[in-house]
DNA sequence: CTGTTTGTTCGGTCCAGTCCGAACAAACGA
DNA sequence: TCGTTTGTTCGGACTGGACCGAACAAACAG
């Protein structure tokens, strides 16, 4: 347990950072192993992510494999070294953002639509007021996909570039 | 349990609403208790809502509770009538997003970005590899806490028209 | 005042997710 | 070849949240 020596700074927002993953449905433990990588000079094998961290490597084995999966960090096979596989985290917040954007809500947003089309096609009585809630819903959704779908291609400055030009 | 005569489109949609429920941090009975809402003609009261649904009478009081304070329902208190209150859907389902987006990322960013100011101030050494991790993540907050801060007070068509007026 | 209807609160159960330790697999160095 | 290091997988303990039923509080009807 080497966090004594730790910059105490960097340990209040690894901390932040383990909050922060809560938020978006990730474990304590996935934010500050993000953390810990984020901070590190080097990429870290999984023995040393179990030192700095303190947790099991059973749960580093896992809670990489996620972050790999989703893409908030990065598994460098190094073949010839020593040891084997390193993780880096990948340092653009706004891409981990956008990951996270299109894997849950856009996903989301579009698995709905699909299922509201669905249900509106085999109304038995259309002019109902069933109907007219549905098509309302469809309206709705179908607007939040063309928002995801512009706002998924854009960068962080450019997003912010785009409402501030309409702003005024 | 009234479900079997209900239009079978209507269940499907509530079971999708169940659904994304749960991906905004809600759980599956918000989902449904806000679906038979959405549906109904008019508001419908606690007893109404456990027939409904078939939850038990005290989930649908606290889930009820929750909704209400996110202001995804809305809670008419009739004071005159036999039943004493009763609730309805908020139907816009935009100003529903709108809230969660606040109450959750906003809030969250807002925070973490506070965290982040008071890290930075406490370095002993600035200009050390922590330093530089921190001040890009301070930049990156400062982007996002702009853009949520302008998003918010866009309706859902207006947020639309920004994003395809910079498109071209 | 008494019984009934409505809503809240409280304790408890159940389940899903998190994390751990141990067993196992695979690759390397001696 | 054999021991050591690294990583994965498996079963289980623990915890928090969702939901339930029962007890309680409040308002109304008779």
Redesign the interface.
């Known amino acids: 347990m080497s966090e004594g020596n730790r910059?105490?700074?960097?340990e209040?927002?690894i901390?932040?950072l383990e909050?922060?993953a809560e938020?978006y449905?990730l474990s304590r433990s996935a934010g500050r192993i993000y953390g810990v990588l984020?901070?590190a000079?080097d990429p870290l094998s999984i023995p040393e992510l179990v030192e700095e961290t303190g947790y099991a490597k059973s749960t580093v084995s896992n809670v990489t494999r996620t972050l790999t999966r989703i893409g908030l960090i990065h598994r460098r096979s190094s073949e010839g070294g020593g040891r084997r596989v390193r993780f880096s985290a990948e340092?653009e917040?706004?891409f981990i953002?956008q990951d996270v954007f299109q894997q849950?809500?856009q996903r989301?947003i579009q698995?709905?639509l699909r299922?509201?089309k669905?249900?509106?096609a085999?109304?038995?009585?259309p002019e109902?007021?069933?109907g007219e809630?549905?098509r309302?819903?469809r309206a709705?959704?179908e607007?939040?996909e063309?928002?995801t779908r512009?706002?998924t291609?854009?960068s962080?400055?450019?997003?912010?570039?785009?409402?501030?030009?309409?702003?005024r």
Do not use: C, K, M, N
């Open positions: 910059p105490l700074a960097r209040r927002v901390e932040s909050q922060s938020v449905g984020y901070f000079t340092q917040i706004w953002l849950y809500i989301e698995t709905t299922t509201i669905r249900a509106e085999q109304l038995s009585e109902s007021h069933e809630r549905i309302e819903l709705t959704y607007d939040l063309e928002i512009l706002a291609d854009l962080a400055a450019e997003l912010r570039a785009a409402l501030e030009a309409y702003e």
